[in-house]
């Protein structure tokens, strides 16, 4: 994390190893860069996050997240997204999505959990 954070102080903008254009941090479009990042997390699970159309993949907070997880796979929601969605997801799926009735994070038997 450290030689993320110095090479980020002397110059933010690197070329994508995957389409080689210009950007800033990382590619939004290929989900790589050339900066060194620390050992990817491993979360012990599968994190599939659904991005809302509107939202621009270079303003996305979740798009960068495969870089540091692995597991995590973000997909933009659209109507294919959704018919898979309505075909359900197996055993051990949970869904997180903020509402005032959702459950603690703390109150989650984590063992039990295969898939978010």
Do not use: I, N
Request: proline letters at 11%; hydrophobic letters at 40%; charged letters at 20%.
């Amino acid at each position: 994390a450290q030689l993320c954070a110095e090479a980020v102080e002397r110059d933010p903008t690197c070329l994508c190893p995957g389409c080689g254009r210009l950007t800033r941090l990382y590619c939004a479009r290929c989900v790589q860069t050339s900066l060194p990042l620390p050992e990817p997390l491993s979360l012990g699970m599968k994190v599939l996050v659904y991005r809302h159309p509107k939202e621009p993949l270079v303003k996305s907070s979740s798009s960068p997240l495969p870089l540091l997880a692995p597991e995590v796979e973000v997909k933009e929601w659209t109507d294919a997204a959704a018919a898979e969605a309505a075909q359900g997801f197996p055993p051990g799926t949970w869904l997180v999505y903020p509402r005032g009735d959702a459950v603690d994070a703390g109150a989650v038997d984590w063992r039990a959990v295969d898939r978010l």
